[in-house]
T-cell receptor, first 114, second 113 residues
Framework: DADVTQTPRNRITKTGKRIMLECSQT?????MYWYRQDPGLGLQLIYY???????NKGEISDGYSVSRQAQAKFSLSLESAIPNQTALYFC?????????????FGPGTRLTVL | KNQVEQSPQSLIILEGKNCTLQ??????????LRWYKQDTGRGPVSLTI?????NTKSNGRYTATLDADTKQSSLHITASQLSDSASYIC????????????FGTGTRLQVFP
């Protein structure tokens, strides 16, 4: 987990506020992902990036945007937070060169929107 | 629709006992299947990975099995320890070239002394 860090770890905000969650990695991986996890549901893919110039929408991208500032940094923004975006958010990285393409997850950010 | 279903949703066992967690999937075509362990407040960590041609794989006290014909996998934990208390997530990777993973909802395991 230390190779993939997320900030903040916890955040409480109000409806309508703009929020940015940040992810940094020291693994040297090109691929980065943002997921959200809700109780009783599997992780759902929000956005993914195969390199700095490649950004792709996942299953549930509405209400979110991302920025890949560098190979090591991938941030997720909620332009106008709403209560149903309350969830646990995970960043992950992977290296397709390994063959198995294992994804390595950060420790998560718990976001509460009031 | 590609899906991954796990059972049971939750499980309580006593320390030292064995248990088996189940995963059924409908993902096709199929690349590999991983079991992840997620401790409370932490990100998931990979335990095992199995490809289409593998039937069983062990990682210490964890043994995963795969039946690609019936699209079923299991994770067997032997001689459970308190530190095994966590959620166990089955994750399937399809072969559509997008690198997307399909996550099960997990089994929440609690090991009591």
């Amino acid at each position: 987990d230390a190779d993939v860090t997320q900030t903040p770890r916890n955040r409480i905000t109000k409806t309508g506020k703009r929020i940015m969650l940040e992810c940094s990695q020291t693994k040297g991986h090109d691929r980065m992902y943002w997921y959200r996890q809700d109780p009783g549901l599997g992780l759902q893919l929000i956005y993914y990036s195969f390199d700095v110039k490649d950004i792709n929408k996942g299953e549930i991208s509405d209400g979110y945007s991302v920025s890949r500032q560098a190979q090591a940094k991938f941030s997720l923004s909620l332009e106008s937070a709403i209560p149903n975006q309350t969830a646990l958010y995970f960043c992950a990285t992977s290296d397709p060169g390994t063959g198995t393409n294992e994804q390595f997850f950060g420790p998560g950010t718990r976001l509460t929107v009031l | 629709k590609n899906q991954v279903e796990q059972s049971p949703q939750s499980l309580i066992i006593l320390e030292g006992k064995n248990c088996t967690l189940q995963c059924n999937y409908t993902v096709s075509p199929f690349s590999n299947l991983r079991w992840y362990k997620q401790d409370t407040g932490r990100g998931p960590v990979s335990l095992t990975i199995m490809t289409f041609s593998e039937n069983t794989k062990s990682n210490g006290r964890y043994t995963a099995t795969l039946d690609a014909d019936t699209k079923q996998s299991s994770l067997h934990i032997t001689a459970s320890q308190l530190s095994d208390s966590a959620s166990y997530i089955c994750v399937v990777r399809g072969l559509d070239g997008t690198d997307k993973l399909i996550f099960g909802t997990g089994t929440r395991l609690q090991v009591f002394p």
